[in-house]
């Protein structure tokens, strides 16, 4: 077993996660989660609070047939810039927010 850690930082519904791997982080209320993992992967989670039932829906890692070293992160088929942007603005609001703090 390898050595694994962890440790998060809550702003309301943003959740900033550091991890050995890197830097996430997710937002979302109670029910419904959508999360931007280290490695780059999108995760989405629909729950019944209280209820231990819930849905994880996971983007799907796909390898370039023209460089087998690069790893693009798809989403149904399609290459999300703007989803990437909107994540990007996100945890630059978020880093200002908590150096404010």
Same mark, same amino acid.
């Given at each position: 077993?390898? #050595?694994?850690?962890?440790?998060?930082?809550?702003?309301?519904?943003?959740?900033?996660?550091? /991890?050995? @791997?890197?830097?996430?982080? /997710?937002f979302?209320?109670?029910?419904?989660?959508?999360?931007?993992?280290?490695?780059?992967?999108?995760?989405?989670?629909?729950?019944?609070?209280?209820?231990?039932?819930s849905?994880?829906?996971? @983007?799907k890692? $796909?390898?370039?047939?023209?460089?087998?070293?690069?790893? /693009?992160? $798809?989403?149904?088929?399609?290459?999300?810039?703007?989803?990437?942007?909107?994540?990007?603005?996100? #945890?630059? &609001?978020?880093? &200002?927010?908590?150096? #404010? #703090?």
């Open positions: 077993m390898g #050595l694994r850690f962890r440790k998060s930082f809550n702003f309301g519904p943003l959740r900033l996660n550091l /991890s050995k @791997s890197g830097m996430g982080f /997710s979302g209320v109670p029910g419904m989660r959508f999360t931007k993992l280290a490695n780059g992967r999108k995760r989405k989670t629909f729950s019944i609070p209280g209820t231990g039932i849905y994880v829906s996971d @983007s890692m $796909q390898r370039s047939a023209a460089n087998d070293d690069k790893v /693009s992160v $798809q989403e149904n088929g399609k290459n999300s810039t703007l989803l990437r942007k909107v994540w990007g603005i996100g #945890l630059l &609001i978020v880093l &200002i927010v908590a150096a #404010l #703090l």
